[in-house]
């Protein structure tokens, strides 16, 4: 369950509602660290969820990382909101809290790890670290759209290359880049290619 408190002093809390069950997904899963934020006349909340079943290609993690945008009504704790979805189906994201910045954008970061795994650090005494920050946004379809940040952009340095590949071929890259391309397949392709 998430469940909303109120506090007038950070000291003395007062129960509200349960927002949301885990058993809505079909399954009894556990959320962690649930953040919420409003955006615009919505809500969008963030959370992970342990012993989501896996469906095809979805909640391939202990921890699968979920969102959902709804209603909140912060009175009395009401909240119609959408379906859930999967946020990010990345093996290393976990646990990530949504925050204003101070040109009101949207930012996301989250945690990079993940349970029940086994880390080459862990000998130096360390394991995980924080994921670079996202921008995060509610498009006109209702849908949860997220970006770079655009001051991890300012710098970027632009490669145009322009390649039709077939078969086994690469394409070298800088030790560091932001990569973005265009795919185009064609009807045409011949099926042993």
Not at 73 to 98: C, M, R, T
Not at 151 to 172: A, C
Request: contains cysteine; positive net charge.
């Amino acid at each position: 369950k998430i469940l909303l408190f109120k506090s007038n002093d950070l000291y003395k809390w007062e129960y509200i509602n349960t927002i949301m069950r885990s058993n809505l997904m079909g399954n009894p899963g556990i959320f962690e660290c649930p953040s919420i934020k409003k955006i615009g006349d919505k809500y969008l909340l963030v959370a992970s969820i342990n012993l989501i079943k896996t469906k095809n290609h979805k909640y391939q993690n202990f921890a699968s990382t979920v969102a959902v945008i709804g209603k909140l009504n912060l009175s009395n704790g009401e909240f119609k909101h959408g379906q859930l979805v999967e946020l990010d189906a990345g093996f290393d994201y976990y646990a990530p809290q949504i925050f204003n910045n101070d040109d009101e954008r949207i930012i996301t970061v989250g945690w990079m790890n993940m349970w029940e795994r086994n880390y080459f650090t862990k000998d130096e005494n360390w394991i995980g670290g924080l994921s670079l920050p996202r921008e995060i946004a509610i498009n006109n379809k209702n849908q949860i759209r997220q970006f770079p940040l655009k001051e991890f952009l300012d710098n970027e340095i632009v490669v145009s290359v322009t390649k039709s590949i077939k078969g086994k071929k690469t394409i070298s890259l800088p030790s560091s880049c932001h990569l973005s391309f265009d795919l185009f397949i064609k009807d045409n392709i011949n099926k042993s290619d």
